[in-house]
C-alpha cells in the first residue's frame, strides 16, 4: 500500500517543479518532500524525477502517474471536504494567489473580519504578479482583473466595483517645473514608470469626454509593477517625477498633502477584481465559507 502523504508529496513537488517550491506551496518542507519521493521511487521501482542541481522535472513514468494521480487526489480532498460541511464552522487551510495590488487595497477590509468569523480557517495569502494555474500553484483560488482571467473560472466580485488610475506628483515637483494641463504635457516631464514581471512597460493611458490619449513617458526610475511600486511612491514624494498608479494606493498621500492629484479629470476608470476559482470541481469548505463572506459584504 502506497502512503497517501508520499503520493502527495510526488504531486506537490511536480506541479511546482521542485522540493524547495513544493514545500512553500504545500507548507512541508523539502526535506521531507525529498524523503517521501525517495520512498515513493522505492516503492514502485522506478524514477519520478530526473534531478540536477538546477532543476528537478518529472520522467516520462513521473508524468503519467501524475497526469492519473492529481484527479484522484483531488476527489479525495473533495470526499473529506464533504465532511467537513457538517461542522459548525469550517475548518481547514485557504490559500490564495493575488496582486500586490490586492493585498494592499483589497484584502486588509476583509481579512481581519473573516478570520475573526472563522478561527477554525488558517489563511494563507501569496502575493504575485504573474497570472498562474492556482490549482497548479497549491492555491484554492486567486484574486486578478476580468482582463487576466481564463474562462473555465468561476469569477466572483471582491472590493470597490469602480477603481481609478491615478497620477500625482509632489507639490514641490509640480512648483518647480509646471502642473500638466494635459496628457500631452507629461512628454516634457519625468514620469516614475512601472515594468510589468512580463517585462512589458505599458503606456500610460488617459480618458475624457470619449476621448483616450496613451503617452509613452520617459523619466529616471523604473520599478517592477507591485513588489517595487512603493520605491515609486517614495521618489515621487522626494520630488523625483510625476507617478501613475491606483488611487487608492495614493489616497493617504493625497489627504496628507505630500502628493498631489495630476490631470485628475482624465483618470481611467477600470472595473474592480475578481476572486476566482476553478469551476470543475467541489470548493472546499474555507473557499466556500470565504466565498460566502464576501458576497455577505459584512466587513
Known amino acids: 500500500m502506497m502512503d497517501l502523504g508520499d503520493l502527495n508529496a510526488f504531486v506537490a513537488v511536480a506541479r511546482a517543479g521542485g522540493f524547495r517550491e513544493g514545500a512553500r506551496a504545500s507548507g512541508g518542507s523539502a526535506s521531507g518532500l525529498s524523503e517521501a519521493v525517495r520512498r515513493l521511487e522505492t516503492q514502485l521501482g522506478v524514477r519520478l524525477f530526473n534531478r540536477t542541481t538546477r532543476s528537478v522535472v518529472p520522467t516520462e513514468a513521473g508524468l503519467s502517474l501524475l497526469g492519473r494521480l492529481g484527479p484522484a487526489l483531488s476527489e479525495v480532498e473533495a470526499a473529506l471536504d464533504v465532511v467537513n460541511g457538517f461542522r459548525d464552522r469550517p475548518a481547514g487551510s485557504l490559500r490564495l494567489n493575488v496582486p500586490v495590488s490586492a493585498a494592499r487595497l483589497i484584502l486588509p477590509d476583509i481579512v481581519p473580519g473573516f478570520l475573526a468569523a472563522y478561527p477554525g480557517i488558517r489563511l494563507e495569502v501569496i502575493a504575485d504578479e504573474n497570472f498562474v494555474d492556482v490549482l497548479a500553484a497549491g492555491c484554492d483560488a486567486g484574486i486578478r482583473y476580468d482582463e487576466r482571467l481564463e474562462q473555465d473560472m468561476i469569477a466572483v466580485p471582491i472590493g470597490p466595483r ?137 466587513f
Open 162 to 298: 469602480v477603481q481609478h488610475f491615478a497620477t500625482a506628483a509632489s507639490p514641490a515637483y509640480l512648483d518647480l517645473h509646471g502642473r500638466p494641463q494635459h496628457p500631452s504635457d507629461l512628454l516634457g516631464h519625468s514620469c516614475l514608470r512601472g515594468r510589468f514581471a512580463s517585462g512589458a512597460m505599458l503606456p500610460w493611458e488617459f480618458e475624457r469626454d470619449g476621448e483616450v490619449v496613451r503617452i509613452d513617458t520617459t523619466g529616471p526610475l523604473i520599478v517592477r509593477i507591485g513588489g517595487a511600486s512603493d520605491l515609486a511612491v517614495h521618489a515621487a514624494i522626494a520630488g523625483s517625477g510625476i507617478i501613475a498608479l491606483f488611487e487608492g494606493w495614493l489616497r493617504p498621500h493625497f489627504e496628507s498633502g505630500a502628493l498631489e492629484p495630476v490631470l485628475e479629470p482624465w483618470w481611467q476608470s477600470f472595473p474592480g477584481p475578481f476572486l476566482y476559482y476553478p469551476g470543475r470541481r467541489l470548493v472546499p469548505a474555507p473557499l466556500r465559507a470565504f466565498i460566502d463572506f464576501i458576497k455577505a459584504g459584512k
